[in-house]
């Protein structure tokens, strides 16, 4: 149980192209999700909170216009990746939360997105 | 906020023998660590987690243990086999996941 489905797994893109990222809950309905950032050999940055039916939290540094992020479902959170630049090349991993948020539940992640901006 | 210290950042061992990793946490009000597995390409595995009334938690040939008043927290992997390579990451969380801090990450590398 608890499968976070993330896709796609790779994109390339041209800069100034938009790049949108899935991540579904597919046995468990997510009210919370988070999008995370992780450059090489280095640890998970939390990027934003994603809450179903309401505007995203962001992270202090990360710009809103820029991650687009949309939890229109229970079980699907997108993110956006706005007029991409090579400097957003990165591998973006999603997370969802199997239980209350103010509880410390267990946390599950995609299998990550890499994305290449040429 | 939380500071999350993870060591050592590189580990080879020998196929069969047991691996260490351990973190520090700076805020006593932490009460949530998980351990995630991340494989190469992969997203972060949850493997175990150990909340704060508890001082050690086993599951098969994984353990951690956690020492509230020297704020650390270990992840013991016994009888390694070469699928055990990967990087491990520990957190450390005060109440909800969004508060969820992780460490720097440690290379585990099984050799056969």
């Known amino acids: 149980g608890a499968v976070v489905s993330q896709h796609p797994s790779w994109v390339i893109c041209k800069s100034g192209t938009s790049v949108k990222i899935e991540c579904r809950s597919l046995?468990?309905?997510?009210?919370?999700m988070f999008w995370y950032r992780q450059f090489p050999k280095q640890s998970l940055m939390l990027m934003a909170t994603s809450n179903e039916g309401s505007k995203a939290t962001y992270e202090q540094g990360v710009e809103k216009d820029k991650f687009l992020i949309n939890h229109a479902s229970l079980t699907l959170s997108t993110l956006t990746v706005t007029s991409a630049h090579p400097e957003d090349s990165s591998f973006y991993i999603c997370s969802a939360l199997t239980g209350p948020s103010s509880y410390n539940s267990p946390l599950h992640f995609g299998n990550g997105t890499r994305l290449t901006v040429t | 906020g939380e500071n999350v210290e993870q060591h050592p950042s590189t580990l080879s061992v020998q196929e069969g023998d047991s691996a260490v990793i351990k973190c520090t946490y700076s805020d006593s009000a932490s009460n949530y660590f998980p351990w995630y597995k991340q494989e190469l390409g992969k997203g972060p595995q949850l493997i175990i987690d150990i909340r704060s009334n508890v001082g050690e938690k086993k599951d098969q040939r994984i353990a951690v243990t956690l020492n509230k008043t020297a704020k650390h927290f270990s992840l013991h992997i016994t009888e390694t086999q070469p699928e055990d390579s990967a990087v491990y990451f520990c957190a450390a969380s005060m109440g909800s996941a969004r508060q969820l801090t992780f460490g720097s990450g440690t290379q585990l590398t099984v050799l056969p």
């Open positions: 046995d468990f309905q997510a009210t919370t």
